[in-house]
């Protein structure tokens, strides 16, 4: 507990915020400062950009749904963008800033419980099996770059990277499935910043596959440019794979607080996509998720994003994921069993069909 710098009550609060959800709510204005520094404090550390470059002189970047306009010599948002002598350079088309490894099936995925590689949906058209395709692998490939900037990042590891000299191909990178590999997962960071090395990488793949399945998924914060989320569907509908999006709040002014930027532009993209899931509910098409930060993700947004998904499809599987801490917040307590459960039956009763709770074994 830690009193608010805002209205001064005992509360969960981040030492890294200072502010208490119920002020960011109420009082938003008051707590930018807070929420400035904390973001700010981040960004400086690995040299990026304090906020969302808007040079009215600079290079629109339509990449991701930053709309980043980059100053001559300048980067954007995501740090992996350049404007150099008035064009936009940088990793994410032909060659990608990213980690890659193999990862056995089944996998602890966000969508491992409803997935065609992991579970028994999907079979026989999708899948090897009917259950868990044990001898066959997924290639994880793990983009160094995100377009949000998350306090409380899992993986923030990759921040490490951005300004490497790492370069991998989609000729390369597709090199490396092979017949015993049915999927491709592309995470992070997240796909967004390189999500064109990504398309292009899974069109090749796909041509050139060596066994009979190999579904494309993606895992992202959703905050994308329309006309690749489009590809993007496509692509995973044809293939038997999914979009994962994580959708880390529903309040505009709790995203900013969290993670740096807006999220108008992912509940208009999750609307979108989820237009497509009717056309393959097995293995479904999009899978929704939320991690369940301590103090910040209440009752109050847990029910506004579970209402949000049912309006659209409550078909639509959405995923509870229990906090552990880390990075600027890593203060706060994992998420109480008493809480998650509760959030699960909110969940339930804003009429969701499919949640799931997953990092249970840290409760």
Known sequence: MRRCSICGEEKIVSESLGVCVDCIRENFDKCLPFIKKAHYRARKKYNL????????????????????????????????????????????????????????????????????????????????????????????VFYH?????????????????????????????????????????????????????????????????????????????????????????EISLKSGGCIKFDLKSYDERLNIALCGVSNKKVLENFRFAASFFNERKNPPLIVASTLLVPGYIDEEEIKKISEFIAEINPSIPYSLLVFYPEYYMDDLPITPRQKVFSFYEIAKESGLENVNIGNLHLI
């Open 49 to 140: 950009p304090l906020e969302i470059p808007q040079d009215e002189n600079g290079i629109q970047c339509e990449i991701c749904g930053n709309g980043c306009k980059i100053g001559e010599g300048e980067k954007g948002y995501c740090g992996i963008k350049e404007n150099r002598n008035g064009r936009i350079v940088g990793k994410g088309i032909r060659e990608g800033n990213l980690s890659f490894y193999y990862d056995p099936l089944p996998t602890n995925c966000v969508a491992s419980w409803v997935c065609a590689g992991c579970s028994e949906n999907g079979y026989p058209d999708y899948s090897y099996t009917k259950g868990a395709e044990y001898g066959y692998k997924n290639l994880a």
């Open 145 to 233: 770059a995100c377009s949000f900037n998350c306090l409380f990042c899992q993986n923030y590891h990759f921040h490490n990277y951005i300004s490497s000299d790492i370069s991998i191909s989609p000729e390369e990178l597709s090199s490396y499935v092979d017949e015993k590999t049915s999927c491709i997962c592309y995470f992070g960071g997240d796909p967004g910043p390189q999500i064109i090395h990504s398309i292009l990488t899974s069109e090749i793949a796909l041509k050139n596959k060596k066994g009979k399945f190999l579904r494309i998924c993606w895992e992202t914060n959703g905050n994308l440019n329309k006309k690749y989320l489009e590809k993007m569907v």
